[in-house]
């Protein structure tokens, strides 16, 4: 099947924490190319350092803190999920 895919870097600024949870309709890969980051997704927390990655479904409710000394970025790929289901 062919379901939209988007590529983007994601830049977070030192000390940079999204307030509230998020979720997308979509798969989300994230891959640390530098710094250190902590995801919460639902009720868990992982740290993600750089070379790291984490694959999980947007529908969970997720927020990002940049908890490293420097501006952390990640490429973040998005995989839609098919709207008509």
Same mark, same amino acid.
Do not use: M
């Given at each position: !099947?062919? =379901?939209?895919? &988007?590529?983007?870097?994601? /830049? $977070? *600024? *030192?000390?940079?924490?999204?307030s509230q949870i998020v979720k997308? #309709? ?6 640390? %190319? @530098?710094? !250190?980051? /902590?995801?919460? %997704? +639902?009720?868990? *927390?992982?740290?993600? /350092? /750089?070379? +790291? @990655?984490? =694959?999980? &479904?947007?529908? $969970?409710?997720?927020?990002?803190a940049n908890i490293g000394d #420097? ?7 998005? =995989? =839609? $999920? #098919? @709207? +008509? *289901?």
């Amino acid at each position: !099947k062919n =379901f939209p895919v &988007d590529i983007v870097i994601l /830049e $977070l *600024k *030192k000390g940079a924490r999204r307030s509230q949870i998020v979720k997308t #309709d979509a798969y989300e890969y994230k891959y640390i %190319i @530098s710094g !250190k980051v /902590e995801y919460q %997704i +639902d009720n868990e *927390k992982y740290i993600l /350092e /750089e070379g +790291d @990655s984490l =694959f999980f &479904d947007g529908r $969970l409710g997720h927020k990002p803190a940049n908890i490293g000394d #420097d501006t952390a970025r990640i490429l973040v790929v998005y =995989f =839609f $999920l #098919d @709207s +008509d *289901k």
